[in-house]
């Protein structure tokens, strides 16, 4: 599956904006059964999970950091996956990433080397 980032910029404290990673796949493979994720990385800084759905399972998942300001969304007829951003932060700034894989189990759905398929990331700046 192609994945495809996007809604990125530069943005001031306390604003608000929404990712999108949109999919494109082999026919045959329906989206809603990939696990899918957003992660960040800022510069000199490991690659962190942000939020996540696993597979067709609706619940949402998110790392401490973001929790009660950014909610993840699917929209499986679309293909696409969002990630809404409110309350944001300096500490936010980043390249974020969407992630998707069709054979993850549930407790390694955080870690990013477990995924196959990658965005190609969109640049998060958020000013104080």
């Known amino acids: 599956v192609q994945l495809q980032a996007s809604g990125g910029g530069l943005v001031q404290a306390g604003s608000s904006l929404r990712l999108s990673c949109a999919a494109s796949?082999?026919?045959?493979?329906?989206?809603?059964?990939?696990?899918i994720a957003w992660f960040r990385q800022a510069p000199g800084k490991e690659r962190e999970f942000v939020s996540g759905m696993f597979r067709s399972d609706t619940r949402t998942y998110y790392s401490d950091s973001v929790k009660g300001r950014f909610t993840i969304s699917r929209d499986n007829a679309k293909n696409t996956v969002y990630l809404q951003m409110n309350s944001l932060e300096p500490e936010d700034t980043a390249v974020y990433y969407c992630a998707a894989d069709l054979n993850l189990i549930l407790s390694s759905f955080r870690t990013h080397d477990n995924y196959d398929y990658w965005g190609q990331g969109t640049q998060l700046t958020v000013s104080s």
């Open positions: 796949g082999p026919p045959g493979r329906t989206f809603s059964r990939y696990t």
